[in-house]
Antibody, heavy 121, light 111 residues
Framework: EVQLVESGGAVVQPGGSLRLSCAAS????????MHWVRQAPGKGLQWVSL????????YYADSIKGRFTISRDNSKNSLYLQINSLRTEDTAFYYC??????????????WGQGTLVTVSS | QTVVTQEPSLTVSPGGTVTLTCASS?????????PSWFQQKPGQAPRSLIY???NKHSWTPARFSGSLLGGKAALTLSGVQPEDEAEYYC???????????FGTGTKVTVL
């Protein structure tokens, strides 16, 4: 059974940093492109970033470029999102999602349950 | 700033049919945008329904279908069930950016 479990969400002050994790199981992690998607409370979905199966390709949404870094450790079946210089508008649920293959254009299939990041003083 | 636009809300009767659309501010949506559709119920994570415009995942109910229609991606729900009441989002891939952009979402009410 495919499982994606996010962790690392917290209440953080503006300007702070946070690293989110996504633990994957039930599939061969290093075969698949992975994504981060976020959703501010009561708002729509926003694609954040993707990383190729081997970590060699990373893409980011324009609105978060330079502050967010996606990475993965295939030996630990884990995906990460480092968020720096946090702003109040980064307050959101952060979901990891799996691609159906190793291509950048591989569709999404499975999603985690999300982890909540709250940026507040 | 690329914007992907969906109907804000639609209402459908149980057993009825409703079509949701997904339009890109850059022009016509084609298969090259790899349109996908997702369902999200309150308090839950999104669930993938349709990919590459018209392909279903193994768990996608048969009453959901996807297509390209008049320069937009479309999601049709036929024989709507009460449990289909949810928010639906489309997702498009932009090769030139490159990036993905979610649509604004459509709230479907079954009444």
């Amino acid at each position: 059974e495919v499982q994606l479990v996010e962790s690392g969400g917290a209440v953080v002050q503006p300007g702070g940093s946070l690293r989110l994790s996504c633990a994957a199981s039930g599939f061969t992690f290093d075969d698949y492109t992975m994504h981060w998607v976020r959703q501010a409370p009561g708002k729509g979905l926003q694609w954040v970033s993707l990383i190729s199966w081997d970590g060699s390709i990373t893409y980011y949404a324009d609105s978060i470029k330079g502050r967010f870094t996606i990475s993965r450790d295939n030996s630990k079946n884990s995906l990460y999102l480092q968020i720096n210089s946090l702003r109040t508008e980064d307050t959101a649920f952060y979901y990891c999602a799996k691609g159906t293959g190793g291509l950048i254009t591989s569709p999404f299939d499975y999603w985690g349950q999300g982890t909540l990041v709250t940026v507040s003083s | 700033q690329t914007v992907v636009t969906q109907e804000p809300s639609l209402t459908v009767s149980p057993g009825g049919t409703v079509t949701l659309t997904c339009a890109s501010s850059t022009g016509a949506v084609t298969s090259g945008f790899y349109p996908s559709w997702f369902q999200q119920k309150p308090g839950q994570a999104p669930r993938s329904l349709i990919y590459s415009a018209s392909n279903k995942h193994s768990w996608t109910p048969a009453r959901f279908s996807g297509s390209l229609l008049g320069g937009k991606a479309a999601l049709t729900l036929s024989g709507v069930q009460p449990e289909d009441e949810a928010e639906y989002y489309c997702l498009l891939y932009y090769n030139g950016a490159p990036s993905y952009v979610f649509g604004t979402g459509t709230k479907v009410t079954v009444l």
